[in-house]
């Protein structure tokens, strides 16, 4: 990069390149580079589409409006709290270059709050817990059809235990792929269903649900002493896996997990809400937009 006059009116770009610079200078890490960079460019994006004077790179102005619409295209909290510390970091930059005469972004009153005591309402298993998982469920000596399938259900449907344990063969349209659930209060909602998800349904329908003495009842989760599997021994079974795998499960740590993970694949908040029948998407905001305990590590390490 050619050496730059900071006294000079600078381009987005050229100051974005310079931004870059004085980070590698300050020694930060690349990954942590990468992240504070590409935060920046999306504000200068947004700046630019909002046709802001761009030889006044940063003021409190733009920053609150762009702190709002953030909030208002639903990013998660966590996202919007990331890039408000690398707006900060940036404005620190533009202090030192003599570009900004004002410190505008405080994190401590600019960061969004997160509801008191949420913090430790909602865990979720991480990827490797559920690659680990899901290895498991491949071993037929230790699980049957049945749990392979409830395993899969929670999983990939987010759907609470007493959801689960109602759910009827009628509920199940494989031509749509997709499951219909009751939930409280009587709510309906449609969730679609993975390819693999159907093929274990339709293996064990076709298959260890036949012998079972109550083959004819409507539920699709039988057991072997009623008519459909209890909610208690959803959770015995889960408690035995934990044991083998090392971590705890329960039936509502999967629904967390469906939840967390559709986020973190940048699904929006209000089909999020949809799927998992909440009442409202702040509902869903709340609970579920949530960091662990390895990520909230990993975002110090970028400090």
């Not at 899901?134 to 609470?160: M, P, W």
């Not at 689960?164 to 219909?180: A, E, H």
């Not at 705890?248 to 967390?256: A, D, E, N, T």
Request: proline fraction near 1%; hydrophobic fraction near 40%; charge should be positive.
């Amino acid at each position: 990069m050619a050496f730059l006059r900071f006294e000079e009116v600078l381009s987005l770009q050229e100051l974005l390149d310079a931004f870059k610079q004085w980070l590698i200078e300050e020694g930060k890490a690349p990954k942590t580079i990468e992240s504070y960079v590409g935060d920046i460019e999306g504000f200068q994006k947004y700046l630019t589409e909002k046709a802001v004077d761009t030889t006044q790179p940063l003021s409190r102005f733009a920053f609150v409006r762009y702190k709002q619409y953030l909030i208002d295209e639903n990013f998660a909290v966590a996202t919007i709290n990331k890039k408000i510390n690398s707006l900060k970091v940036y404005n620190d930059f533009l202090l030192i270059k003599g570009l900004v005469k004002e410190r505008y972004i405080h994190l401590k009153r600019d960061r969004i709050k997160v509801a008191a005591g949420s913090e430790q309402v909602v865990s979720a298993l991480s990827e490797e817990q559920v690659e680990k998982l899901l290895f498991y469920l491949e071993d037929h000596t230790k699980v049957s059809q049945r749990n392979k399938l409830i395993a899969y259900l929670l999983l990939y449907t987010g759907v609470r235990v007493s959801e689960l344990v109602n759910i009827k063969l009628g509920d199940i349209d494989y031509l749509t792929s997709s499951l219909t659930v009751r939930g409280k209060g009587g709510k309906i909602r449609e969730i679609s269903l993975r390819e693999d998800v159907v093929y274990l349904i339709r293996s064990y329908v076709k298959g260890e649900r036949l012998k079972s003495k109550f083959k004819d009842s409507e539920y699709l989760l039988l057991s072997q002493r009623a008519p459909k599997v209890h909610r208690d021994a959803v959770r015995n079974w889960l408690a035995n896996v934990s044991k083998d795998l090392g971590f705890k499960l329960h039936p509502h740590l999967f629904r967390h997990t469906f939840c967390t993970r559709l986020l973190k694949k940048g699904v929006d908040l209000t089909t999020v809400s949809k799927l998992a029948g909440h009442s409202s998407v702040n509902m869903t905001a709340r609970f579920y937009i949530q960091t662990t305990r390895q990520e909230k590590m990993d975002a110090v390490k970028l400090l």
